[in-house]
């Protein structure tokens, strides 16, 4: 695919790299490439970061249909640049246009486009420990129009971030509540699809939250009102006795990068890990019992995310002393490892930018 290049006439100002929040500064330049019916994909170009125009009956804000991905670029002590298994953010990202009627876009192509901003950018990759450069591939439905129908005109673009942790606490766990008036997402619909909807309807249970002072929601399933689905911004994972245990992927929940990582890197390890039903009934009887060691969740933007409080209803869990546990902890350090470049790639997971 041929990139066309246009640089900005004048460079921002870098922020500082030690006290960066979570998506607020966003780097000089993005990708665009627009999709039109009968000529594909087309026209790719990097252009200055600036204001786009769209009609106001653009589809995308009528009908919604629209994706974005998330993943990251790393700078290793050694001064290379790495992204963490893009092919797996690609192919996902085409499932979620499948499910949204989007055009699929070239998983080659995608993967030139990412790499390409990313080297023009790489003075924006923080170098500080715990920093990186988010990277948010998105499509949007352009065409003008009030019918409901699919899109015949796209854009494709990539735009980047210099971010800091997620979660203001970092690697220290967070407490979460249950969601029980609310529901995120229902087999058959798009629940396994990173699409803008998902996370709109999940802000009430957000909201809520953090009026109660808690960080995320713990998500129920939408019919018994009685599995675990996932965190607001993470898939989940508890520890019970000698077993780590996660919802199973049945279609109402993302299939996350860093999740399908994180069972990898355990089941290397000779841990036992199941991927099935857990009913929140079980997670407290555990917690009861004494036998709920760790939970913790899994995402791009925080990567391990460890849990030291649950509430639901008002009774209260408080998981492994409120502390990071140790199978969290060797997640947590394998795979920012990984993707740093720190310890040794066995799976290759990581791929250098040039």
Same mark, same amino acid.
């Given at each position: 695919?041929?990139?066309?290049?246009?640089?900005?006439?004048?460079? #921002?100002?870098?922020?500082?790299?030690?006290?960066?929040?979570?998506?607020?500064?966003?780097?000089?330049?993005?990708?665009?490439? /627009?999709?039109?019916?009968?000529? @594909?994909?087309?026209?790719?170009?990097?252009?200055? !970061?600036?204001?786009?125009?769209?009609?106001?009956?653009?589809?995308?804000?009528?009908?919604?249909?629209?994706?974005?991905?998330?993943? #990251?670029? $790393?700078?290793?002590?050694?001064?290379?640049?790495?992204? !963490?298994?893009?092919?797996?953010?690609?192919?996902?990202?085409? /499932?979620?246009?499948?499910?949204?009627?989007?055009?699929?876009? /070239?998983?080659?192509?995608?993967?030139?486009?990412?790499?390409?901003?990313?080297?023009?950018? *790489?003075?924006?990759?923080?170098?500080?420990? &715990?920093?990186?450069?988010?990277?948010?591939?998105?499509?949007?439905?352009?065409?003008?129009?009030?019918?409901?129908?699919?899109?015949?005109?796209?854009?494709?673009?990539?735009?980047?971030?210099?971010?800091?942790? %997620? $979660?203001?606490?970092?690697?220290?766990?967070?407490?979460?509540?249950?969601?029980?008036?609310?529901?995120?997402?229902?087999?058959? &619909?798009? @629940?396994?699809? #990173?699409?803008?909807?998902? %996370?709109?309807?999940?802000?009430?249970?957000?909201?809520?939250?953090?009026?109660?002072?808690?960080?995320?929601?713990?998500?129920?399933?939408?019919?018994? *009102?009685?599995?675990?689905?996932?965190?607001?911004?993470?898939?989940?994972?508890?520890?019970?006795?000698?077993?780590?245990?996660?919802?199973?992927?049945? &279609?109402?929940?993302?299939?996350?990068?860093?999740?399908?990582?994180?069972?990898?890197?355990?089941?290397?390890?000779?841990?036992?890990?199941?991927? *099935?039903?857990?009913?929140?009934?079980?997670?407290?009887?555990?917690?009861? #019992?004494?036998?709920?060691?760790?939970? !913790?969740?899994?995402?791009?933007?925080?990567?391990?995310?460890?849990? @030291?409080?649950?509430?639901?209803?008002? *009774?209260?869990?408080?998981?492994?002393?409120?502390?990071?546990?140790?199978?969290?902890?060797?997640? %947590?350090?394998?795979?920012?490892?990984?993707? %740093?470049?720190?310890?040794?790639?066995? !799976? @290759?997971?990581?791929?250098?930018?040039?």
């Amino acid at each position: 695919m041929r990139i066309t290049i246009k640089r900005a006439e004048t460079l #921002k100002e870098k922020p500082d790299f030690n006290a960066l929040q979570f998506g607020k500064i966003f780097t000089d330049h993005m990708f665009i490439m /627009n999709y039109t019916e009968g000529a @594909g994909w087309h026209d790719a170009r990097i252009v200055p !970061f600036e204001n786009i125009s769209l009609s106001p009956a653009a589809m995308v804000f009528h009908y919604g249909q629209e994706m974005f991905e998330g993943l #990251k670029a $790393y700078e290793s002590p050694d001064g290379k640049i790495r992204l !963490f298994r893009p092919d797996k953010n690609i192919e996902r990202m085409n /499932n979620t246009n499948d499910r949204l009627c989007i055009p699929r876009v /070239n998983p080659d192509d995608a993967l030139q486009a990412i790499e390409e901003l990313v080297s023009l950018e *790489r003075g924006w990759i923080p170098d500080k420990p &715990g920093t990186s450069l988010y990277i948010r591939p998105f499509i949007i439905a352009t065409d003008a129009c009030l019918g409901v129908h699919v899109s015949k005109t796209y854009l494709f673009m990539i735009i980047l971030s210099p971010v800091g942790s %997620y $979660y203001a606490a970092g690697i220290d766990p967070v407490d979460i509540c249950v969601e029980n008036e609310y529901v995120r997402a229902v087999k058959g &619909g798009t @629940g396994y699809a #990173k699409v803008g909807g998902n %996370y709109a309807a999940s802000l009430v249970g957000q909201i809520k939250a953090e009026k109660k002072g808690y960080a995320q929601v713990l998500w129920l399933d939408a019919i018994e *009102r009685k599995y675990i689905d996932e965190v607001g911004a993470m898939n989940v994972f508890f520890v019970i006795n000698d077993e780590v245990i996660t919802p199973a992927l049945e &279609g109402n929940i993302l299939p996350g990068v860093t999740r399908d990582s994180a069972i990898t890197l355990l089941n290397s390890k000779g841990y036992k890990v199941n991927e *099935r039903k857990i009913s929140i009934d079980e997670v407290y009887e555990a917690a009861e #019992k004494g036998s709920l060691k760790e939970m !913790f969740g899994t995402g791009t933007a925080a990567v391990i995310s460890p849990v @030291g409080k649950l509430d639901w209803n008002g *009774r209260i869990a408080v998981i492994n002393n409120g502390e990071i546990g140790p199978i969290s902890r060797f997640l %947590y350090d394998s795979l920012t490892g990984i993707q %740093y470049g720190t310890v040794k790639d066995e !799976f @290759g997971w990581s791929r250098e930018i040039k």
